[in-house]
Each structure stands twice: as C-alpha cells, then as structure tokens.
C-alpha cells in the first residue's frame, strides 16, 4: 500500500464483486448530497475485477431487467446506471431498438467493469484478507469499538488496516455432489468456460451436465451448440426442467418493500413464503432456455441423429476414473436402477453454498448473536446482532435470506440494500478523521 494511505477507515468492504461496488457508489453519492460520506476501503482476492466469468456464455441472459443494475433503485439519476453505461460507449440506440429489457450477461459484465474502474483507487485487488480482529481504544474493559483487518498481498506483502465498521461480501462456495472431487474432467459450473476452452471441442464425445437450474440449462445448450460430436447428457432430478415464474405478482417478490414483509414476518409466514415462492429463484430455468433445449432435440429426432439426451428423474450417484474416461453411475428414480457410462467430461451446475463468515470473523464470531437453529441474527440494516461490549459493526451483503427473505441477497435488491448500510454506516463513524 501507499505510505500515505491512512491507517484507520469508517468502513472496510472485503470482497468487490457487483454488492460492495454499489456499496462504494452509494457511498460516493452520499458526499455528493454535501453530506461527508464514511472513508471506506475494499480488498478483493481476484487480480481484477470479475463476476461469475466462466458462466458469461454467448447466449446467456441476465434473469433481471437492465434497471436492476448496481444504483437506479436507490438512484435513477446516477451516473453509474446501465442507461449511463449505454450512452458512455455509444450504444444506447442500439439497445432500445434491441426492445428486450434483458442483456447479455457478458454486456452486463462490461457495465460492471466500467463502474468497477471509477473506483481502482478505492480496491486493493489480489489482496486476502487472512484475519479480522477486535480493538478496545479505552482499554481491556471498553467497548471493542473498531476491528483491525490484516490482510496480505504477493505484491505487498503483510499488512493491516483499522476501521469502525466491515461490510462482508465475500461471495458464494460452489457445491459439489457428496464425495465428488474436481479434477480436469470433473467440474463445477463456476469453472466451465475456462476449461471448457481448454479442450478440443471436437474430440468431445460424451459429456454429462448435472444440475435442473438456469447454469445447468444453459451448459447442456451450450456444450450442444460447441462440442458438434458429442453426446450431451443432462441429468435432471425432475420431469424436465421448471419453468421461473417471473410473471408479475410474483416478481413483487423482489420488490425492496418485500424485504419488510418478509423480516417482520411471523416464523409460521416466512415458511410458507419460502414453500410458495421458491420457483421464482431455484432450480428453475427460464422459459426461452427451455424451449430452445426442447428444439434442440426435437431436430435431432427429425434428422434421426440424436445429441442431445435428458436422463429424467435421475441422479448421479457416482463419479470415477476408469483409465483415461470418467465413469459415471446414474441411478433412475422411476425404476430404482443404476447404469454406468463413461465420459469424457462431468460438469455439475449443483449451485453454491452460503458465505462461511465464521471462517472470516474468527474471535470475533464469538461475539455474534445465532438463533435457536444456529443462524446469525441481522438488524434489518443488514448489521449482525453482537453483545452489548461491541458498538463497532458487522455488515453482510450476503446470506441473509434466513432473516430479510429470497431477495435480500440478489441483484434485484442490491441498489436498496446499498443505500440502507450507507445510512447504517453514517450512523457508526470513527470518532474522529484519520489523515496522513
């Protein structure tokens, strides 16, 4: 780091994905309101800044319209909206004439590393942030009122900040099957299009996708369209794959309003929300994928070639190597039988587990209040409840959905929720201003 950079922040933000970058926005437009806004910094693991890069298929659509972006919730006359972004590269006509509210995810990729570049001088990139402890200014019995953040660089080595206040947005773990292990021709979806590039598309043969959601749909398209002699097979737990319902009403789920219904909710009110609301979101796909997937295998049945196969109401039960293949053990529900075949790649769109944040605060978890089911309780500032000797705060961007619902933690709320940590975080400075 800089020797002048000071040493003490209101708040530091570990992890810079899409969620922490509209933090740093909502925070940079409080100071244009006249107010001071809150000093802030962010580390970020990655060398640049990057969000899901291996799923940005040429064909894959964001699930969200373009005013879901990173501020126009919060503030639809930032200069860091979608619109902005259009008219920035001179493409704005071009999108309208378009008449579709859903962009590529590579063009929305490109919007988000266009923000991500008005704030380099904010982001330490390539940094891990290895531990976060508590601080007492007033001594062993005060109130642990800042943490100190010690973070670590290859290209500066060992250091450390103080601040007020963290906000954690350290993404997503993928999931694998149980006793699955990656390998160069066992993958998580997180990692397709990187190795998928690796290989000589045309030497494919035999590929299987696991998974019944919008990345597993979107793979077995995609390995189709790119892999021209091999079979692909998808592995699907249901009768074919779910439509998402994003019809109206039930996209009001997703509305900021709804995080209030869902965190002031009786326990009895968030089941059923979960029960009767959870295709708009999991293991569902979107129709046009679906159809396309459909028609896909429909041609093949009229030219008698057929590519592309659905192994329904299935699951793989068993992956090994078996000489220079990969053998997979599919197991069928309908006829409670298993079959062998061997692959020469395993892609398994098995989704992502929530953030360990545990694994991130260490002492200081010990400090967080957990529910009856062992869950970290939040305000509804997205602040972690602590004992009453902490008034420095915990912010998650992030495996909240136990307390403030579905779409806490998704593109559709991040504007809204950016802006209510800002008013949190202005709340709870540092005393007084640390300069050089």
Not at 86 to 104: G, I, M
Not at 322 to 349: N, P
Not at 353 to 373: N, P
């Given at each position: 780091m800089a020797s002048c950079e000071p040493s003490g922040y209101d708040v530091?933000?570990?992890?810079?994905?899409?969620?922490?970058?509209?933090?740093?926005?909502?925070?940079?437009?409080?100071?244009?309101?006249?107010?001071?806004?809150?000093?802030?910094?962010?580390?970020?693991?990655?060398?640049?800044?990057?969000?899901?890069?291996?799923?940005?298929?040429?064909?894959?659509?964001?699930?969200?319209?373009?005013?879901?972006d990173l501020v126009t919730f919060r503030n639809p006359t930032s200069p860091y909206s979608f619109v902005s972004f259009l008219h920035a590269v001179e493409r704005?006509?071009?999108?309208?004439?378009?008449?579709?509210?859903?962009?590529?995810?590579?063009?929305?990729?490109?919007?988000?590393?266009?923000?991500?570049?008005?704030?380099?001088?904010?982001?330490?990139?390539?940094?891990?942030?290895?531990?976060?402890?508590?601080?007492?200014?007033?001594?062993?019995?005060?109130?642990?009122?800042?943490?100190?953040?010690?973070?670590?660089?290859?290209?500066?080595?060992?250091?450390?900040?103080?601040?007020?206040?963290?906000?954690l947005a350290t993404g997503l773990a993928p999931r694998m099957p149980q006793d699955f292990v990656r390998d160069e021709r066992v993958w998580h979806s997180s990692e397709f299009l990187e190795k998928f590039r690796r290989c000589d598309a045309a030497k494919l043969t035999d590929i299987v996708v696991v998974g019944a959601g919008q990345s597993a749909a979107e793979i077995a398209r995609h390995c189709y369209d790119n892999a021209p002699n091999a079979t692909v097979t998808a592995v699907i737990p249901s009768y074919g794959y779910s439509i998402a319902d994003n019809t109206p009403f039930a996209n009001r789920i997703f509305d900021p309003n709804a995080v209030d219904d869902y965190y002031f909710a009786e326990e009895r009110a968030k089941e059923k929300f979960w029960q009767y609301h959870r295709n708009t979101n999991y293991s569902v796909v979107d129709d046009e994928v679906i159809r396309s997937l459909y028609q896909r295998q429909y041609d093949d049945e009229v030219r008698g070639a057929e590519r592309l196969h659905f192994a329904e109401l299935s699951r793989v039960t068993d992956v090994k190597r078996s000489g220079d293949d990969t053998r997979v053990t599919i197991h069928s529900l309908a006829t409670d039988r298993s079959y062998d075949m061997d692959v020469d790649i395993v892609v398994c769109a098995t989704g992502y587990e929530a953030m360990d944040i545990a694994g991130v605060l260490g002492e200081l978890d010990g400090y967080c209040a957990r529910d009856e089911q062992g869950r970290h309780r939040l305000e509804r500032d997205y602040r972690l409840v602590t004992t009453d000797d902490v008034s420095a705060g915990i912010y998650l961007q992030g495996g909240t959905e136990h307390t403030h619902g579905l779409s806490s933690s998704l593109l559709s709320n991040m504007a809204t929720r950016s802006g209510e940590i800002v008013r949190s975080l202005s709340r709870n400075r540092l005393p007084e201003a640390v300069s050089c």
């Amino acid at each position: 780091m800089a020797s002048c950079e000071p040493s003490g922040y209101d708040v530091v933000g570990i992890g810079f994905g899409p969620s922490n970058l509209s933090l740093a926005i909502a925070l940079q437009e409080l100071g244009a309101t006249g107010a001071t806004p809150p000093t802030a910094r962010f580390f970020e693991s990655q060398p640049s800044f990057g969000w899901h890069r291996n799923m940005l298929l040429p064909t894959a659509k964001m699930q969200v319209s373009f005013l879901k972006d990173l501020v126009t919730f919060r503030n639809p006359t930032s200069p860091y909206s979608f619109v902005s972004f259009l008219h920035a590269v001179e493409r704005l006509p071009q999108f309208v004439n378009n008449s579709d509210f859903f962009p590529t995810r590579a063009e929305f990729h490109q919007y988000l590393e266009w923000v991500a570049a008005n704030f380099a001088d904010q982001v330490s990139y390539g940094t891990r942030v290895t531990a976060v402890t508590p601080l007492r200014s007033s001594g062993p019995a005060g109130p642990v009122d800042r943490f100190r953040i010690q973070v670590s660089s290859p290209a500066t080595g060992e250091s450390s900040v103080e601040a007020r206040n963290v906000v954690l947005a350290t993404g997503l773990a993928p999931r694998m099957p149980q006793d699955f292990v990656r390998d160069e021709r066992v993958w998580h979806s997180s990692e397709f299009l990187e190795k998928f590039r690796r290989c000589d598309a045309a030497k494919l043969t035999d590929i299987v996708v696991v998974g019944a959601g919008q990345s597993a749909a979107e793979i077995a398209r995609h390995c189709y369209d790119n892999a021209p002699n091999a079979t692909v097979t998808a592995v699907i737990p249901s009768y074919g794959y779910s439509i998402a319902d994003n019809t109206p009403f039930a996209n009001r789920i997703f509305d900021p309003n709804a995080v209030d219904d869902y965190y002031f909710a009786e326990e009895r009110a968030k089941e059923k929300f979960w029960q009767y609301h959870r295709n708009t979101n999991y293991s569902v796909v979107d129709d046009e994928v679906i159809r396309s997937l459909y028609q896909r295998q429909y041609d093949d049945e009229v030219r008698g070639a057929e590519r592309l196969h659905f192994a329904e109401l299935s699951r793989v039960t068993d992956v090994k190597r078996s000489g220079d293949d990969t053998r997979v053990t599919i197991h069928s529900l309908a006829t409670d039988r298993s079959y062998d075949m061997d692959v020469d790649i395993v892609v398994c769109a098995t989704g992502y587990e929530a953030m360990d944040i545990a694994g991130v605060l260490g002492e200081l978890d010990g400090y967080c209040a957990r529910d009856e089911q062992g869950r970290h309780r939040l305000e509804r500032d997205y602040r972690l409840v602590t004992t009453d000797d902490v008034s420095a705060g915990i912010y998650l961007q992030g495996g909240t959905e136990h307390t403030h619902g579905l779409s806490s933690s998704l593109l559709s709320n991040m504007a809204t929720r950016s802006g209510e940590i800002v008013r949190s975080l202005s709340r709870n400075r540092l005393p007084e201003a640390v300069s050089c």
